[in-house]
C-alpha cells in the first residue's frame, strides 16, 4: 500500500528468493505448513494503522460497556455452553478487508472478529524469516504498540500460562496433527513450553482432567489453552463427540480463553457495533423489510466456521426459505480494494489484528498481526486454486 516500498519490494523479487523463503519457513518443523504462504508482506502507513486500531478501539468500548454480557446472552448455543465462564475473553481477533469507499479512497472494513484464539505462535516465526529473506523498511514492524518479539511471547506465556507450571497447561485440540494450523501448535509450544494435546488423549477422573506426557507421565490438567471450536467438534465421529461432552461438565481447570467467548464475540457482536469501518448488520430475524438492493448484501450463519454457509449473491429466496433466521445475520458487502500489485493481477488483502488481554486488565492490547492475500471472490484457499502472491502472510506498519 506504500507506493515506494511496494516497487521496491517488486523489482527485487525473483522466484529463487521465495522459494529460499519458503524452505527456511518449514525447516523448523518440516512439513507443518499445508497453507499457501504468499510471496509478499502488506506494507501499510501510519495513517492506515491509526484507521485500523481506531475501529478496534471502538469495538473494544462495546465488548468492555457494563452491558456485554446482556446483550449476548443468546449468543451461546445452549448445547455447547461452558460453565465457569471467566469475566473477559483473553483474546480478540478483528479482521479487516482493506476496501474502497464510493470517493475511491482505501479504508479498512471488519469482516468478522473471534473472542478465541489464531496463529500466535506462528506469526513470531514468521517474521523472523521474512526479515531473513526480504527488505523490511527501517521503521517498520508486525508488532503493535511498542511490542517487540521477546516483550510479545513474554505476554503472551504470562496469559496462557497464568501461575501453573507449564507442564500443568495444554493447548488442546481435536487431532491437531492434522489441522492446517498445526505449525501454530508447534510453534506456540516451542515459545512458552506447553504441550500440544488432542482432545482424544484426556483423561477424566471426577472433575479433574489428566494426559499423559512424552515420558508417559501422568500430568494433572489445571489451565486449557483452548484451540477447539466447538462447530467442529460437531462434526467429528461420534466417538470423539461423546469424548467432547466432558468439557460441557464442571471442571477443575481454568480455561484460557473460555468457550463461550467465541460467541459472545463474533458474528453476533456485530449488528451493536456503530462504527463507519463496521458495515451494517442485522439479525435476519429483527429485519423488519428486506432490502430491495440485496445484491449489495452477504447472508451469514452465526454459527459456523471458515466461511461455511455464507451466501454472497443473495436472493430474497435464500431469505424466505430460512427457517431459524434468528441464527442469521444480514451485512452489507464492502468493496475489497485491489489494493497489492504483483507480477499478473492485483490481489486483495485482509488483516487480521490480534488482541491480548491479561487477567485483571480493564481492556484488551493490540500485539501483532496477520494477512491474507487473495485474487478471488472471497479470502479462502478455495478461492485461490492455482494463483500466485496468495495465501498467509503479515503486515508490516509504519511505526
Given at each position: 500500500m506504500v507506493p515506494s516500498i511496494r516497487q521496491a519490494f517488486n523489482k527485487q523479487f525473483s522466484a529463487e528468493q521465495y522459494e529460499a523463503y519458503l524452505a527456511d519457513l518449514n525447516s523448523l518443523f518440516p512439513g507443518a505448513i499445508e497453507f499457501r504462504v504468499a510471496e509478499t508482506p502488506v506494507f501499510i502507513d501510519r495513517a492506515f494503522k491509526d484507521k485500523v486500531l481506531g475501529a478496534c478501539e471502538s469495538i473494544v468500548n462495546v465488548i468492555t460497556q457494563f452491558n456485554f454480557n446482556l446483550l449476548t446472552?443468546?449468543?451461546i448455543p445452549p448445547d455447547v455452553r461452558v460453565p465457569n465462564e471467566n469475566?473477559?475473553?483473553h483474546f480478540i481477533a478483528f479482521d479487516f478487508g482493506i476496501c474502497e469507499n464510493e470517493a475511491g479512497e482505501y479504508e479498512p472494513q471488519l469482516i468478522e472478529m473471534q473472542g478465541f484464539p489464531t496463529l500466535f505462535g506462528y506469526q513470531i516465526w514468521q517474521d523472523e524469516v521474512t526479515r531473513r529473506h526480504f527488505n523490511?523498511?527501517?521503521?517498520y514492524s508486525t508488532y503493535l504498540n511498542g511490542f517487540t518479539r521477546d516483550t510479545y511471547i513474554s505476554l503472551l506465556r504470562e496469559i496462557l500460562l497464568g501461575t501453573h507450571a507449564a507442564e500443568h497447561v495444554i493447548l488442546l485440540e481435536l487431532l491437531p496433527h492434522q489441522q492446517k494450523t498445526k505449525i501454530d501448535f508447534y510453534c506456540t509450544s516451542m515459545y512458552t513450553g506447553i504441550p500440544v494435546v488432542c482432545l482424544t488423549e484426556l483423561v477424566q477422573e471426577g472433575k479433574k482432567l489428566y494426559y499423559h506426557n512424552a515420558e508417559g507421565k501422568k500430568i494433572q490438567v489445571k489451565r486449557i489453552y483452548n484451540r477447539i471450536i466447538f462447530d467442529d467438534l460437531q462434526q467429528q465421529s461420534e466417538a470423539i463427540r461423546e469424548k467432547g461432552k466432558l468439557l460441557l461438565e464442571d471442571?477443575?481447570?481454568?480455561?484460557?480463553p473460555h468457550p463461550n467467548w467465541f460467541y459472545r464475540i463474533s458474528k453476533y457482536t456485530l449488528p451493536f457495533i456503530d462504527h463507519p469501518y463496521v458495515p451494517?448488520?442485522?439479525f435476519l430475524n429483527e429485519l423488519e423489510t428486506i432490502p430491495p438492493?440485496?445484491?449489495q448484501y452477504v447472508l451469514k450463519p452465526l454459527f459456523s466456521f471458515a466461511g461455511q454457509g455464507v451466501v454472497i449473491d443473495v436472493s430474497k429466496d435464500d431469505i424466505e426459505k430460512i427457517t431459524d433466521p434468528e441464527n442469521w445475520i444480514l451485512q452489507r458487502k464492502?468493496?475489497?480494494?485491489?489494493?497489492?500489485?504483483?507480477?499478473d493481477i492485483p490481489a486483495k488483502a485482509e488483516i487480521r489484528i490480534f488482541y491480548f488481554?491479561?487477567?485483571g486488565e480493564p481492556r484488551p492490547v493490540a500485539t501483532n498481526n496477520l494477512a491474507r492475500l487473495s485474487k478471488g471472490k472471497m479470502i479462502g484457499v478455495r478461492y485461490n486454486k492455482d494463483k500466485e502472491w496468495v495465501g498467509g502472510s503479515l503486515v508490516y506498519f509504519e511505526e
Open positions: 446472552s443468546h449468543a469475566a473477559h475473553t523490511v523498511p527501517e521503521g471442571l477443575e481447570v481454568e480455561w484460557v451494517k448488520t442485522f438492493d440485496l445484491d464492502v468493496k475489497y480494494a485491489d489494493i497489492i500489485q504483483t507480477p488481554w491479561k487477567e
